[in-house]
């Protein structure tokens, strides 16, 4: 298994540039996750989904959205980057399977820089 | 929502030597989860402990979640221990989680 995977590893946008950070999991979780990392701090929530066709807010939704159309994929669109959005994106992704249902498991990240 | 304090922020130690670090969480929690994140970036989880004691080779937790707490236990802390540790809690079972800010961890050889 490849576990989560995530591209690009790194992003250089100009302001009010769009693009798309894609995730793919591969142990068939239910949950899937986007988190945001500032330099020295901890993870905030972005979004989430409970599963295909189900997604919900997290802490930090503004100026993101996300959709499921699959299991595997949990893309996480950014409209018009603004500079606040420069941080480095976690996907991660737990599931009812497994003994320990709610493990979460990171992607390598995204490091996006917004000028 | 739930507030997450990790303690101490920083720690430096010499290989070889003990480490506790704490967490300390605002509400009842059913989910609670440790990981480290190497100098690299990589988030791997260590325990998934929403109560109770856990044990993998050097590093053990404890969960007391009539209190509130959780103790992360590093022995014989080695240079590959080095990186952040991050707890993060939720309320319910596969919902999402708030990480606290982290304890920065610096093995010297």
């Known amino acids: 298994n490849a576990g989560v995977t995530q591209t690009p590893k790194f992003r250089i946008l100009k302001i009010g540039q769009s693009m798309t950070l894609q995730c793919t999991q591969d142990?068939?979780?239910?949950?899937m996750y986007w988190y945001r990392q500032d330099p020295g701090m901890g993870l905030k929530l972005i979004y989430y989904s409970v599963g295909a066709g189900i997604t919900d807010k997290g802490e930090v939704p503004n100026g993101y959205n996300v959709s499921r159309s699959t299991t595997e994929d949990f893309p996480l669109r950014l409209e018009l980057a603004a500079p606040s959005q420069t941080s480095v994106y976690f996907c991660?992704?737990?599931?009812?399977?497994?003994?320990?249902?709610?493990?979460?498991?990171f992607g390598p990240g995204t490091r996006l820089t917004v000028l | 929502g739930i507030q997450v304090e990790q303690s101490p922020p920083d720690l430096i130690l010499q290989e070889g030597a003990n480490s506790t670090l704490r967490c300390n969480f605002s509400d009842s929690v059913n989910n609670l989860q440790w990981f480290h994140q190497n100098p690299w970036g990589q988030l791997i989880n260590l325990f998934y402990?929403?109560?109770g004691t856990k044990q993998n080779g050097r590093l053990s937790a404890t969960t007391v979640a009539t209190e509130r707490y959780s103790l992360l236990y590093i022995s014989s802390s080695q240079t590959t221990d080095s990186g952040v540790y991050f707890c993060a809690v939720g309320i319910n079972s596969g919902s999402r989680l708030t990480f606290g800010e982290g304890t920065q961890l610096t093995v010297n050889p």
């Open positions: 991660a992704s737990s599931g009812v399977q497994e003994r320990s249902t709610d493990t979460q498991y």
């Open positions: 142990m068939n979780h239910n949950y």
């Open positions: 402990i929403p109560s």
